[in-house]
């Protein structure tokens, strides 16, 4: 059983920058790909970035690439994700996520992810 513990979320001005992190119990942790998502009001929940086992392959959705960074720490069972340049329609629920032990390659799929946190909400006032 894995649990993900999401922190960092808040207010902050359009062109600003947040960091979220992400701790996770459980075993294989460098075993399996991770994720950040995102869910808006009314809207599905949609990949914001994701990253292999062993981080060595990170994908990003066209919307983030260039102002978001996601890194992973295996020795701290830790993820994060680097905001910057944050704009208005970034404000969501982000909700980190883990794959089944030993799936490590990087996904889009939200079925790929087994596990997920409870969400940490980012604001972005214009």
């Known amino acids: 059983q894995v649990q993900l513990v999401e922190s960092g979320g808040g207010l902050v001005q359009a062109g600003g920058s947040l960091r979220l992190s992400c701790a996770a119990s459980?075993?294989?942790?460098?075993?399996?790909?991770m994720g950040w998502f995102r869910q808006a009001p009314g809207k599905e929940r949609d990949l914001v970035a994701s990253?292999?086992?062993?981080?060595?392959?990170?994908y990003y959705s066209d919307y983030v690439k260039g102002r978001f960074t996601i890194s992973r720490d295996n020795a701290k069972n830790t993820l994060t994700l680097q905001m910057n340049s944050l704009k208005p329609e970034d404000t969501a629920i982000y909700y980190c996520a883990a794959a089944p032990a030993f799936t490590s390659v990087v996904s889009r799929a939200p079925s790929t992810y087994a596990y997920w946190g409870q969400g940490t909400q980012v604001t972005v006032s214009s």
């Open positions: 459980g075993r294989s942790f460098s075993s399996r790909a």
């Open positions: 990253i292999s086992g062993n981080g060595g392959s990170t």
